[in-house]
């Protein structure tokens, strides 16, 4: 699923502004839109139009519930916590 994903996002920056990109690399590293607006030679007020529109673009792309897909924690993440969880519990009992 994540491959799935890394392979969307490649698809839809390749496709777009080079902008959008920075936008998101930025985001993503904690950056401001104010540097993200250095960054492309902006103004503020640019750049926020600039991510407004990529915002469109991407729910027209992904779909309009891929932020709240993207939020969603895995079946196999849940199996996974579980696992450790009953491995815990059977190490406190051998202890106690």
């Known amino acids: 699923m994540a491959a799935g994903r ?17 936008i998101v690399t930025d985001l993503a590293c904690g950056r401001t839109m104010i540097e993200s607006a250095k960054t492309c030679g902006m103004t503020y007020h640019g750049i926020r139009e600039t991510r407004e529109r990529l915002a469109g673009e991407l729910k027209e792309f992904m779909g309009s519930t891929a932020i709240a897909d993207s939020m969603k924690v895995s079946g196999w993440r849940g199996n996974i916590l579980a696992d450790k969880e009953r491995v815990a519990c059977r190490a406190d009992r051998r202890r106690g």
């Open 6 to 22: 890394n392979c969307d996002w490649e698809e839809f920056l390749e496709s777009h502004d080079y902008r959008y990109g920075v």
